[in-house]
């Protein structure tokens, strides 16, 4: 079975440029997520989405960051414009949200991650 | 606000000898997610296990085991007779709320086994 899917792997922009990450979810997930890392402020959870609809963007860093999520099978996250500050390794993760034996079965499967570095 | 400590940054052991990785977190949530993930040099993350708050029995699943203790909101994972293959980083997460969905990851701790 195919995982998260995440293009590209690598990108390499100058500052100022727009950006576009993408993510594939594992197929019957309904729930996706995207994080970033960085050495200075580890695992940050940046948005996620159920069902296709935003549930929490507390996360994003500014409005230079937006993410849309058009259909169960597709996400992307934008930076427009682009900072040197924005240089990190950026994961889509997607889980299946269901509840199991009065509790919620809610770990979440993550891509291989996108590297950004912005010159 | 919920908060997670993993207060060892790096660990080296030599092969074959058992390794203790430990997590702390905080929350006030009755009802709350633990996870431990690996990081390998490759850098995807894998997912190794989910606990919620309500099941304190440990768990054992080939070399590694975990346990938790609500006592002293510790879920520390331990790798017995560790390989060189178990070099990575490993990240204890901490999630609350009804969904618990909002994961909050800890610093991690990068583990490197020596032949």
């Known amino acids: 079975d195919a995982g998260v899917i995440q293009s590209p792997r690598h990108e390499v922009t100058e500052m100022g440029q727009e950006v576009t990450l993408r993510c594939k979810p594992i197929?019957?997930?309904?729930?996706l997520f995207w994080y970033r890392q960085t050495m200075m402020r580890g695992l940050e959870l940046l948005i996620y989405?159920?069902?296709?609809?935003?549930?929490?963007d507390s996360g994003m860093p500014e409005d230079r960051f937006s993410a849309k999520m058009p259909n169960a099978s597709f996400s992307t996250l934008k930076i427009q414009p682009s900072e040197p500050r924005d240089s990190a390794v950026y994961f889509c993760?997607?889980?299946?949200?269901?509840?199991?034996?009065?509790?919620?079965?809610?770990?979440?499967?993550f891509g291989p991650g996108t590297r950004l570095t912005v010159l | 606000a919920q908060k997670v400590t993993q207060v060892q940054t790096e660990i080296s052991v030599v092969e074959k000898e058992d390794v203790t990785l430990d997590c702390v977190y905080e929350?006030?949530?009755?009802?709350?997610?633990l996870f431990w993930y690996k990081q390998p040099p490759s850098g995807e993350l894998v997912f190794l296990i989910r606990r919620n708050s309500f099941d304190e029995q440990n768990e054992i699943s080939g070399r590694y085991s975990w346990n938790f203790q609500k006592s002293t909101s510790s879920f520390n994972f331990t790798i017995t007779a560790s390989q060189v293959v178990d070099s990575a980083v490993y990240f204890c997460?901490?999630?609350?709320?009804?969904?618990?969905?909002?994961?909050?990851f800890g610093p991690g701790t990068r583990l490197s086994v020596l032949p």
């Open positions: 989405f159920n069902n296709n609809v935003p549930i929490d």
């Open positions: 929350t006030r949530d009755t009802t709350y997610y």
């Open positions: 993760a997607s889980s299946f949200l269901r509840l199991a034996g009065g509790f919620f079965r809610n770990e979440q499967f």
């Open positions: 197929s019957g997930h309904n729930s």
């Open positions: 997460a901490l999630s609350e709320g009804n969904y618990g969905q909002n994961f909050v």
